[in-house]
């Protein structure tokens, strides 16, 4: 009877616990629900003024850099055209420092030079020709030295000659004058490249390749600087996110690929995990415990693989296999 008895609560106990395993043992799924999310880009322009125009409309698919909108820039061309001419006047003085002086004043500084030139030579040759007659009595000794007198001054005028034709033919300004201006010439230069770029902002393009999500100004508004214009979808923007129990946390690692499947798509999608919330979305306002830690969830994010992102619209429901769905925890 006591045998019988003791088999009988063993059996209870052996139901008991297998009842509680039972309720507590929780599967693992073998799928996850997300939705479709994306980071969307929202182009504006650089600076304030009135919008023009318009290229493009809602659901338009456009290519880095297709023109998206312009706003007003007669202000900004005349600034370039000011900015272009005032670089161009100073290149010209620094052009006329660095350069040597006119051609006639040249020649006529060549012409001067060969005048005295001649004139050395016939004074060279009087003088030897009275070194020769001095001291025989031919000539006068008076004459000798003044012969030589004039010689000396035609070398002299010669060298000076020489010097003002180097002069005229080397740049005309001084180098401290040409330091300066090349400065001027530069900051002019610069100038004008902040000219060019102000005037290309008003010309906005596509950053990327993309579908125009939303418009979000319209022709004849007057924005501030970085107000939206255009909401641009590129495909490599768009992400999958989903929630998984505290639980599961840690089977799921950045980089695991995985599964996606939604209504109407064809088979075969799949991505990879990129981000995984270092915080819960939901803590209970209660003393963690087993059975607290259930309602804790994290954010997890997958991005599609490449060139599958454009199957997939925001806000649609996706069904996501985790890596322990599939062989070996990788997508094939």
């Known amino acids: 009877m006591g045998l019988r008895r003791a088999g009988l609560a063993g059996l209870v106990l052996l139901l008991a616990a297998v009842l509680w395993w039972g309720l507590s043992w929780r599967a693992v799924p073998m799928t996850l629900q997300g939705y479709v999310d994306a980071d969307f880009v929202r182009i504006g322009p650089t600076q304030a003024g009135l919008l023009t125009g318009l290229h493009v409309m809602r659901g338009d698919q456009v290519r880095a850099g297709q023109a998206l909108f312009d706003q007003d820039d007669v202000a900004e061309r005349a600034a370039r055209d000011q900015a272009a001419r005032q670089a161009e006047e100073s290149a010209r003085q620094l052009a006329n420092l660095q350069g040597p002086a006119r051609e006639t004043e040249i020649r006529q500084a060549a012409s001067n030079l060969a005048d005295a030139e001649a004139t050395r030579d016939r004074a060279r040759a009087d003088l030897r020709r009275l070194e020769v007659a001095a001291p025989v009595g031919a000539a006068t000794m008076q004459a000798r030295d003044a012969a030589r007198a004039a010689w000396r001054s035609a070398e002299a005028r010669v060298a000076g000659l020489r010097a003002s034709l180097d002069q005229a033919r080397a740049p005309s300004g001084r180098t401290e004058q040409i330091f300066a201006q090349a400065a001027t010439a530069a900051a002019a230069r610069a100038a004008l490249a902040i000219m060019d770029w102000r ?134």
């Open 199 to 332: 005037l290309s902002q008003r010309h906005v393009v596509a950053p990327d390749t993309g579908v125009i999500a939303d418009i979000m100004a319209w022709p004849g508004e007057v924005l501030d600087a970085g107000t939206p214009v255009i909401s641009l979808l590129p495909p490599g923007h768009i992400v999958i996110r989903l929630f998984v129990p505290e639980g599961m946390l840690a089977r799921i690692h950045p980089g695991d690929r995985v599964g996606l499947a939604c209504d109407g798509c064809p088979s075969g999608l799949e991505g990879y995990v990129d981000f995984i919330a270092p915080h819960a979305e939901y803590t209970p306002p209660l003393i963690y415990s087993d059975q607290s830690r259930a309602k804790l969830v994290y954010m997890i994010q997958a991005r599609p693989r490449t060139g599958q992102a454009g199957m997939l619209n925001p806000g649609q429901p996706v069904t996501v296999s985790p890596p322990w769905a599939t062989r070996r925890g990788k997508v094939r």
